[in-house]
């Protein structure tokens, strides 16, 4: 299916099962981010999941409306994979969210709610595998 025809669920939940809870294990971090791996998702650095987590808060700007630039919060993640060559690449994926201070938990809570519909409905399954539109 194309992205042209696709439907989104706008206002559905998400519930997720199966899987097992695995730590965040930090590697190091600074004011603005932490750099972390995935408990046991490899035995080298080579072999780990990893992610970054990022943050900017909100700062004070005229130019801004209301006042305020947006805040923003990012998760990068960093999968290894060994190649049929034996070359090894990594597979990467980032979910933002920039969201202006007046923003309520209500609406930060319906953004990540469509979020995540857009990364597990099935009409955008092409885009997420082929990565293409069409």
């Known amino acids: 299916m194309t992205i042209r025809n696709a439907s989104i669920p706008v206002g559905a939940t998400f519930s997720p099962s199966g899987g097992s809870a695995t730590t ?7 004011s603005a981010s932490l750099r972390a791996f995935v408990g046991s998702s ?3 650095a080579l072999d780990r999941t990893e992610c970054i987590f990022t943050g900017k808060t909100p700062k004070v700007s005229s130019q801004a409306p209301g006042g305020f630039t947006q805040g923003r919060a990012s998760v990068k993640i960093i ?3 060994i190649l049929a060559t034996a070359k090894r690449t990594l ?3 980032t979910i933002e969210l ?3 201070p007046e923003t309520t938990t209500e609406e930060v809570d ?5 979020l995540i519909n857009f990364l597990n409905d099935t009409d955008f399954a092409q885009l997420w595998l082929n990565q ?3």
């Open 24 to 30: 965040i294990i930090p590697i190091n971090s600074d």
């Open 42 to 44: 490899g035995v080298t």
């Open 79 to 81: 999968v290894p994979k």
């Open 91 to 93: 597979n990467t994926g």
């Open 98 to 100: 920039s969201i202006d």
């Open 110 to 114: 319906a953004m990540r709610s469509l």
């Open 132 to 134: 293409s539109t069409n």
